[in-house]
């Protein structure tokens, strides 16, 4: 079983910062390509950010320039720098891992951390 944990989301004013991270633990034997959603109430859940396990990202059009993901393989863990918030960034923010475990790959998601934007 593969458990991800998010952290770092609060209450933040408009204008402000926070760094999310979601820490991967479980049978993984490599990780794969990860990502940040995020889901406003009475909203669909939408792409934010996701990373190859190379490295490569792809951002939404509305968080580009102001967020930021980055991973530590060593540590299984992927991170979104959140700069410049907004109100409209008010949302509960999950991740998502495609993970290897034995021959088979998985897609699992965190619990999910709020993120409230608000003066």
């Known amino acids: 079983q593969v458990q991800l944990v998010e952290s770092g989301g609060g209450l933040v004013q408009p204008g402000g910062s926070l760094r999310l991270s979601c820490a991967a633990s479980?049978?993984?034997?490599?990780?794969?390509?990860m990502g940040w959603y995020r889901q406003a109430p009475g909203k669909q859940r939408e792409l934010v950010a996701t990373?190859?396990?190379?490295?490569?990202?792809n951002y939404a059009d509305s968080v580009k320039g102001r967020f930021t993901i980055s991973r530590d393989n060593a540590k299984n863990t992927v991170y979104l720098q959140i700069n410049s918030l907004k109100p409209e960034d008010t949302a509960a923010y999950y991740c998502?891992?495609?993970?290897?475990?034995?021959?088979?790959?998985?897609?699992?998601w965190g619990q999910g951390t709020q993120v409230t934007v608000s003066s």
């Open positions: 479980g049978s993984i034997l490599s990780m794969n390509a």
């Open positions: 990373i190859t396990s190379g490295g490569s990202t």
């Open positions: 998502h891992a495609y993970v290897r475990v034995g021959l088979e790959i998985y897609g699992y």
